[in-house]
């Protein structure tokens, strides 16, 4: 006689990175009119049914819709690859070494941003890591640490504006940043030197901020030589007031 059993298998718990993602609107105008760098035309706005309400019959309406989509994708797409490949490291490069310390390195996530009667849609959004959550935290607000994390970058952008006017009308403003909680496994980290990461080490308030030889976003324990589990990072990021 046969017996049904169920297997129970442990999975490992998943983790989340918290974060700020910043507008690619905000990127675009800091880079254009706080460094004069052409970045091409202005990021398409987002297309709705206003957009396509001047055509007569529904199939060209979705026809419209889909190319306004495909545009916006392709041009939001190619801006936050190339804040992330070429604008941000060359601003970075020139930047003096206290403000290489506070400039953490921008993370990449894609998310689903629509869906049409024929395809779907997914835009790259900058992020900015500032901490690792349990799953049973991921709903929680920031902490003053994450915070404080997002304003050390701004602030750090901010200041590589020499005019102050520019830097008032092209800074990064608060706005601009939305708080986003993602699983560690959709964020796409990028490359990290050696230099880079000792940079960013030598702050304390960043030192906490990567673990382990391939830079993953972490939180290393400073009172010893060995590296945190990611339950510890995860409990410590949620008292990191």
């Known amino acids: 006689m046969s017996h049904n059993t169920k297997q129970i298998v442990n999975r490992p718990p998943t983790y989340y990175q918290s974060g700020f993602c910043i507008m690619l609107d ?3 105008r800091y880079f254009e009119q706080g460094h004069k760098r052409n970045c091409g035309p202005p990021l398409p706005k987002t297309p709705g049914p206003d957009a396509v309400a001047h055509l007569e019959d529904a199939e060209s309406q979705q026809l419209e819709l889909r190319r306004l989509w495909d545009a916006k994708q392709t041009a939001d797409n190619d801006f936050a690859m190339a804040f992330d490949s070429a604008y941000f490291y060359t601003l970075r490069k020139l930047a003096p070494p206290e403000i290489k310390q506070r400039l953490l390195i921008p993370h990449c996530v894609s998310v689903h941003t629509a ?22 935290d991921r709903g929680a607000e920031p902490t ?21 006017t520019l830097r008032e009308s092209a800074g990064l403003a608060p ?22 990461c000792q940079e960013l080490l030598e ?16 939180l290393v324990d400073d009172d010893s030589d060995g590296y945190l589990c990611k339950e510890e990072i995860a409990r410590k990021t949620m008292s990191d007031e």
């Open 203 to 218: 702050n304390p308030a960043l030192r906490s901020l990567y673990y382990t030889t391939d830079y993953r976003l972490g």
């Open 144 to 164: 003053s640490g994450e915070i404080a994390r997002m304003l050390l970058f701004r602030d750090a952008m901010n200041s590589l504006i020499e005019d102050s």
């Open 175 to 196: 706005e601009d940043f939305k708080w986003l909680v993602v699983p560690e496994s959709v964020v796409s980290v990028p490359f990290f030197s050696t230099q880079q």
């Open 115 to 136: 869906h049409t009667v024929m395809k779907s849609y997914f835009r790259l959004l900058v992020f900015i890591p500032v901490g690792l959550r349990a799953e049973e």
């Open 26 to 28: 905000a990127l675009h």
